[in-house]
């Protein structure tokens, strides 16, 4: 079973920030927050990840709260073709199951003109 | 360009035919996956492989079986043995688990068993 906690849908207006959040209360101390996304019909596609700190790289930013039992991923400004469902997967960085991503059934974020 | 490939985008069997997807990578990419997702749904694990010549059950691997006889090839067989075969089945691959273990997905294979 996956062990996020997320919304089952988002809206938001094309051109402001989307604000996508996880629950991830039972995280390990080893264990990394992952984010990704599938645009419909496609296969998933990663955007970032995490462990403490937070993280920006060209598509967001994810913010890890300081006991780590949730996060944020910001899409600074979404545009129409953000619309996906976004994944959101704790895992640790282990060769062998224990380190296989488990997909819950994420968020649909829809962006709006 | 490097990358994942997956083929054929769309595929239809009749009940009770084993059908074999293709799934090849040119990433130089230890490790291989296989998800099946269903419509609403999460990916759900099958199979995966971490080296040539070695490959586990994930989830539900039942009624379905792989091979890794290369490192670039990773076939999944959908048996009769599996009693909804019907779904999007998805590819990955990825260097060797680590902390950044990116996985790169094909765009899928949609299997309609009639």
């Known amino acids: 079973d996956a062990k996020t906690t997320q919304p089952p849908s988002m809206d938001c207006a094309e051109g402001r920030a989307a604000n996508l959040p996880c629950n991830h209360s039972?995280?390990?101390?080893?264990?990394?927050v992952y984010w990704y996304r599938q645009i419909h019909s496609q296969g998933p596609q990663y955007i970032i990840h995490g462990l403490k700190n937070n993280e920006t790289n060209e598509m967001a930013s994810l913010i890890i709260t300081e006991d780590r039992k949730s996060s944020t991923l910001i899409l600074p400004h979404a545009t129409l073709r953000d619309t996906a469902v976004y994944y959101c997967i704790v895992r640790v960085a282990l060769a062998g199951s224990q380190g296989n991503l488990i997909f819950g059934k994420g968020t649909k974020l829809s962006v709006k003109p | 360009d490097g990358g994942i490939t997956q083929s054929p985008k769309y595929l239809f069997r009749k009940e009770g035919q084993n059908v074999t997807l293709s799934c090849e990578q040119n990433?130089?990419?230890?490790?291989m996956y296989w998800y099946r997702q269903d419509p609403g749904q999460g990916l759900r694990l099958i199979y995966y492989s971490q080296i040539v010549n070695d490959f586990q059950k994930g989830d539900i691997a039942e009624g379905y079986s792989v091979s890794r006889e290369k490192k670039e090839s990773f076939p999944l067989t959908v048996t009769s043995a599996q009693k909804n075969p019907t779904a999007f089945y998805l590819c990955a691959s990825s260097t060797q688990q680590g902390e950044n273990n990116e996985q790169f997905f094909g765009p899928g294979t949609r299997l309609t068993v009639l």
């Open positions: 039972t995280i390990s101390g080893n264990e990394y």
């Open positions: 990433l130089n990419h230890d490790a």
